[in-house]
């Protein structure tokens, strides 16, 4: 990695620890700089402001999620797969970055303005993503055909997101990766025919 994206990479790293500890308000690109060990005037070389470093985290994040997400959807076939898959990494992503999704979940996602920044803007290849798994599934005649396929995208990433929140307001006192079978269930026998390419069959009524 180049000298300059090795300490841009650094500085968001250095920020993300200082915001979630401190949240926004109460951080300062000192103590950024300081975690960084970079010169606060080098800060300024990649970002205007706290606030433009703040909400520059999710897109520099969201590249690494969607760089390693198709690295592990290579070579799985079948979109009921992919959708397992793409569950199990959002889980593990959060798992292994908490102080990110305490940035993320909540302190971002709850500002009035997130959706006019860059970074909701970011999230636009990740949900492309998964609306491409959807479609692949209605063509593979295992997920329905009648279902909104962008009403389905928010459930999952709406159920995903919610499955973290509480995890990070419980202290991250359990396994996140726990609720991996049980939301997979939840969205498969949700969308899916009656059975998918694996023979899941789905819940019937008053299960």
């Given at each position: 990695?180049?000298?300059?994206?090795?300490?841009?990479?650094?500085?968001?790293?250095?920020?993300?620890?200082?915001?979630?500890?401190?949240?926004?308000?109460?951080?300062?690109?000192?103590?950024?700089?300081?975690?960084?060990?970079?010169?606060?005037?080098?800060?300024?070389?990649?970002?205007?402001?706290?606030?433009?470093?703040?909400?520059?985290?999710?897109?520099?994040?969201?590249?690494?999620?969607?760089?390693?997400?198709?690295?592990?959807?290579?070579?799985?076939?079948?979109?009921?797969?992919?959708i397992r898959k793409f569950i199990w990494?959002?889980?593990?992503?959060?798992?292994?970055?908490?102080?990110?999704?305490?940035?993320?979940?909540?302190?971002?996602?709850?500002?009035?303005?997130?959706?006019k920044t860059k970074s909701y803007s970011?999230?636009?290849?990740?949900?492309?993503?998964?609306?491409?798994?959807?479609?692949?599934?209605?063509?593979?005649?295992?997920?329905?055909?009648?279902?909104?396929?962008?009403?389905?995208?928010?459930?999952?990433?709406?159920?995903?997101?919610?499955?973290?929140?509480?995890w990070l307001l419980k202290g991250e006192?359990?396994?996140?990766?726990?609720?991996?079978?049980?939301?997979?269930?939840?969205?498969?026998?949700?969308?899916?025919?009656?059975?998918?390419?694996?023979?899941?069959?789905?819940?019937?009524?008053?299960?």
């Amino acid at each position: 990695m180049p000298d300059k994206n090795l300490k841009k990479q650094l500085i968001i790293e250095a920020a993300i620890d200082v915001f979630s500890k401190n949240n926004f308000q109460n951080s300062t690109i000192s103590q950024i700089a300081q975690k960084a060990e970079v010169a606060e005037g080098t800060i300024y070389q990649y970002f205007k402001n706290k606030e433009d470093l703040f909400f520059s985290i999710p897109v520099e994040k969201t590249k690494d999620f969607c760089r390693e997400l198709e690295l592990h959807l290579q070579g799985i076939t079948g979109a009921f797969n992919k959708i397992r898959k793409f569950i199990w990494y959002y889980l593990y992503f959060f798992k292994m970055n908490p102080e990110y999704g305490r940035t993320l979940m909540l302190e971002m996602r709850v500002n009035k303005g997130f959706a006019k920044t860059k970074s909701y803007s970011s999230f636009k290849n990740l949900t492309d993503r998964i609306l491409e798994i959807i479609k692949e599934g209605q063509e593979e005649g295992v997920i329905r055909k009648d279902v909104n396929i962008f009403i389905t995208r928010q459930l999952i990433l709406g159920i995903l997101e919610h499955v973290v929140t509480r995890w990070l307001l419980k202290g991250e006192q359990y396994d996140l990766l726990e609720h991996c079978d049980e939301v997979n269930k939840l969205i498969i026998h949700g969308i899916g025919l009656t059975t998918d390419l694996n023979g899941l069959k789905r819940w019937r009524e008053g299960q």
